[in-house]
């Protein structure tokens, strides 16, 4: 599958590894913009929305598998044969599951607040929630959208974050197919060892990659380094964006 891409390209040297930059769930390639625009300068960009998401296409199933699979046939649609990577939440897992498919093709991965095991929880329900509840309502404003989302999140962020893929009424992720993958979403199917350079970045605050997920990480990706952000929650890259792009800039090899 072809995916949806945003092309920042002109102001990059020459011979520079291009940099693929993966959104998370409910996200678009607009959530990684402010590392887009910071490292435009230092490495060909390309920003993707994941299938069922943003303006790429919509389809069924969803596992790592074929997002991986999306993501290579979208750089060889590209003529980008290898890639660095950056990867939030779901986009990470997407990363790492290149590496299984394609390991010859990525140079390093940068993973931000995510490990690769299986979660075994259920942490989105209340949005699930919300947006059908804006979408049951025949709701077209954002203002009212976000009034009607209050009822069910509390964080006035998460409410911005998710208002980003709300347009004319409609919601730019497919929220059907992301609820029926969601087992899969937050599951995960080990890869074999990949023996390049990763980093994982930790919001210091964030239940989704600490001690425990250690060994796990370290059997499938040997070479890998942790940083953590203090302060910081899941969403490290829009909390702390100085101090990502910092441990961004220390660990990429361009």
């Given at each position: 599958m072809n995916l949806n891409v945003r092309l920042q390209t002109e102001q990059s040297p020459v011979g520079a590894t291009p940099l693929?930059?993966?959104?998370?769930?409910?996200?678009?390639?607009?959530?990684?913009?402010?590392?887009?625009?910071?490292?435009?300068?230092?490495?060909?960009?390309?920003?993707?929305?994941?299938?069922?998401?943003?303006?790429?296409?919509?389809?069924?199933?969803?596992?790592?598998?074929?997002?991986?699979?999306?993501m290579l046939d979208t750089l060889d649609e590209q003529a980008m044969t290898n890639v660095s990577?950056?990867?939030?939440?779901?986009?990470?897992?997407?990363?790492?599951?290149?590496?299984?498919?394609?390991?010859?093709?990525?140079?390093?991965?940068?993973?931000?607040?995510?490990?690769?095991?299986?979660?075994?929880?259920?942490?989105?329900?209340?949005?699930?929630?919300a947006v059908n509840a804006v979408s049951d309502a025949g709701i077209t404003a954002r203002p009212l959208a976000a009034q009607t989302m209050r009822d069910y999140i509390t964080e006035e962020g998460v409410i911005q974050f998710l208002l980003k893929s709300f347009h004319n009424g409609q919601w730019r992720f497919n929220v059907p197919a992301l609820w029926n993958n969601y087992a899969a979403i937050t599951g995960w199917?080990?890869?074999?060892?990949?023996?390049?350079?990763?980093?994982?970045?930790?919001?210091?605050?964030?239940?989704?990659?600490?001690?425990?997920?250690?060994?796990?990480?370290?059997?499938?990706?040997?070479?890998?380094k942790a940083h953590v952000i203090a302060g910081a929650g899941h969403w490290v890259h829009a909390e702390?964006?100085?101090?990502?792009?910092?441990?961004?800039?220390?660990?990429?090899?361009?």
């Open positions: 693929l930059l993966i959104h998370g769930l409910f996200g678009s390639l607009d959530n990684l913009g402010i590392i887009a625009r910071e490292l435009k300068t230092e490495q060909p960009i390309i920003q993707v929305d994941v299938r069922n998401h943003g303006l790429s296409p919509r389809a069924d199933e969803m596992t790592y598998r074929m997002m991986a699979q999306d990577v950056i990867g939030h939440s779901m986009g990470g897992k997407i990363a790492m599951m290149m590496t299984a498919l394609a390991p010859e093709r990525i140079k390093q991965l940068a993973l931000l607040d995510i490990a690769p095991v299986d979660y075994h929880t259920r942490r989105h329900d209340a949005i699930f929630a199917e080990n890869v074999p060892a990949w023996h390049h350079p990763a980093l994982f970045i930790r919001g210091g605050n964030s239940p989704y990659l600490d001690d425990s997920h250690r060994e796990a990480l370290l059997s499938q990706f040997p070479l890998a702390k964006p100085e101090a990502v792009l910092r441990a961004l800039r220390r660990f990429f090899v361009v």
